[in-house]
């Protein structure tokens, strides 16, 4: 059985082809979907929001992006339990529709950073993480100016106790609170997260780690879907 | 009917542009500057009846869209 995946395109995303090859190479079908699409493609098995500057970042990063027709569809297949990979401007995006906790601000750094982020994998029990081993240390490229993770004391302390950071950064390059680079839902089946995976994931562009994300992904939602999980 | 809706972060949110600003500031001979917040203006020309109208109009805009209420503050001034 082959996971379906749809790759949702807004005007200004520029890493929709990266990770659509990335899905690719892990054996997924993918479809990509226009922004002003109001219904996603039937029996999708995950839907990414790539990285980007989606409508300019005007207003606030994502925000723009949150609110389109699109994004109506994304949130009630969330809700529904469906899984949602969101990278970068993705990350942003997801966080702006209410899918995620917490804001990005400005890097604290004020500079746009873009850098190998060595990262170490946190929450267990996820299909973005199937493929890890926890606290394995794991390096995926960032490259975002407004990728400092803030939230207030009560959310920080219920993604800490439900083991729903993702990925934490090694060494902090924007002053996200708690180290934090990537966040699970609730359900665990929503990840936003700012490094890329699908820049790291042809051993062309000399990394490996990221491949393993979508290897696993896809491994863990096929394998569900066949026991009708 | 115009409405002018101001943006503000939070108190206790960090503000690194402020910050940035409040050095530069600094460094250009201006002492004493505590803290510097910086937000955002946004002005709407709005198709309403009356102030009472516009100014329900600019709130639903800014709980929808022109704010970020995790993070930030927004009032509705209409002119």
Not at chain 1, 57 to 70: E, S, W
Not at chain 1, 130 to 159: I, K
């Amino acid at each position: 059985m082959t996971m379906r995946a749809g790759v949702v395109v807004f005007p200004g995303s520029n890493c929709d082809r990266d990770i659509a090859v990335a899905l690719r190479g892990a054996g997924a079908d993918v479809a990509m979907v226009w922004h002003k699409e109001a219904e996603l493609p039937a029996g999708l098995d995950l839907v990414a929001i790539p990285g980007g500057f989606s409508f300019g970042d005007y207003l606030r990063c994502g925000a723009i992006a949150a609110r389109a027709p699109v994004m109506r569809a994304v949130v009630d297949f969330a809700r529904g339990g469906g899984h949602v990979l969101g990278v970068c401007n993705g990350f942003q995006v997801l966080i702006e529709a209410g899918l995620l906790p917490g804001a990005l601000m400005r890097n604290a750094g004020l500079k746009f950073v873009c850098a190998p982020a060595p990262l170490s994998v946190g929450a267990e029990d996820s299909v973005f993480t199937a493929a890890y081993r926890r606290s394995e240390a794991v390096t995926f490229p960032v490259a975002h100016h407004d990728g400092n993770f803030v939230a207030d004391a009560g959310t920080l302390a219920r993604l800490e106790g439900e083991d729903r950071v993702a990925f934490r950064y090694r060494a902090n390059p924007n002053g996200s609170m708690h180290d934090i680079a990537g966040v699970l839902s609730e359900n665990r089946r929503v990840l936003g997260l700012m490094p890329h995976p699908e820049r790291a994931a042809d051993p062309a562009l000399g990394a490996g780690d990221g491949a393993r994300l979508f290897a696993g992904l896809v491994d863990a939602t096929t394998s569900r879907a066949l026991q009708g999980a | 009917m115009k409405a002018r809706v101001h943006v503000t972060l939070k108190r206790g949110v960090l503000d690194p542009q402020g910050e940035a600003v409040r050095h530069a500031l600094g460094s250009l001979g201006f002492a004493g500057v505590g803290e510097v917040r910086m937000g955002k203006v946004i002005e709407l020309d709005l198709d309403a009846a009356d102030a009472e109208a516009a100014r329900a109009q600019a709130d639903a805009m800014c709980r929808a869209l022109l704010a970020n209420t995790v993070i930030e503050n927004y009032e509705v001034e209409i002119a």
